[in-house]
């Protein structure tokens, strides 16, 4: 019985490896999408390079899915096995997506026409980015360590990425007012905002896998839950 739990540790601690990899690889992305949009060191051959981050991405995908679906079918795992084998397929899914949503913003970004008009916006999504990578990377943080703590903290951040969201999409409409040579670039730009909300929301996700996994509550679809006390 202890050769059986060894074994099943070892390939938990492997999928753990390969969700860090895709991690690693979709905050590569997510960065040189917003250096795109920001015109940071670009090179023409950036678009190449992210396509083949997002294979990377897709090809762990499918790695994690093999792995966690044979431990199913072969070790029937339970309680608290048969919980983190879920929270990483939910992870799992999470994170391509992710990788999909920088990739179209990547691609997005680099055709969006820039005028000065839009500087102040544009100065927004440098906040939002940092933003949306700092929720990526604590919710890899959270699920690695399992912290239920770390992933609360995260559904409150949550509300701040949307609240810059609603500002960047306020603006831009008001820009479109009066500019109307700007109309195209402005419904990219808000294109963009919508899938970095939605790659915040996804960090969410997450961070809800994390809760779900230390209590077995299942807070999706519910009001973001007070952060435990120090007591507790």
């Known amino acids: 019985m202890k050769k059986v739990q060894n074994k099943l540790d070892e390939r938990l601690n492997y999928i753990r490896s390969l969700i ?13 999408s917003c250096d795109i949009l920001l015109n940071k060191d670009i090179h023409h051959d950036i678009m190449y390079e992210l396509g083949k981050q997002e294979e ?3 090809t762990l995908q499918i790695k994690v899915s093999r792995v966690c679906f044979k ?4 070790e029937s795992p339970v309680a608290g096995d048969l919980r983190l ?15 999909d949503l920088a990739f179209n913003i990547a691609g997005r970004a680099k055709s969006v ?3 000065p008009i ?10 939002m980015f940092a933003q949306v990578s700092k929720m ?9 360590a399992e912290d239920e703590r770390l992933a609360r903290k995260i559904l409150i951040q949550d509300d701040i990425v949307d609240q810059t969201r609603n500002k960047i999409r306020t603006g831009l409409e008001e820009i479109t007012v009066s500019h109307n040579h700007l109309i195209k670039p402005c419904i990219d730009l808000i294109i963009i905002a919508g899938e970095l909300e939605r790659i915040a929301d996804h960090a969410t996700n997450i ?3 994390v809760i779900f996994l230390k209590t077995g509550d299942d807070i999706r679809h519910q009001d973001i839950p007070n952060e435990r006390s120090e007591n507790e």
């Open 207 to 209: 961070a809800e896998e």
């Open 118 to 127: 839009l500087n102040e916006i544009i100065s927004l999504f440098e906040a």
């Open 85 to 99: 084998i879920l929270a990483i397929v939910n992870t799992n899914t999470d994170l391509e997506r992710m990788g």
């Open 56 to 58: 990377e991405i897709n």
């Open 71 to 74: 431990i199913l079918a072969r």
């Open 20 to 32: 860090l990899n895709m991690g690693v690889f979709v905050e590569k992305t997510i960065s040189s």
């Open 113 to 115: 026409k820039k005028d």
């Open 136 to 144: 990526v990377h604590k919710s890899l943080d959270a699920f690695v």
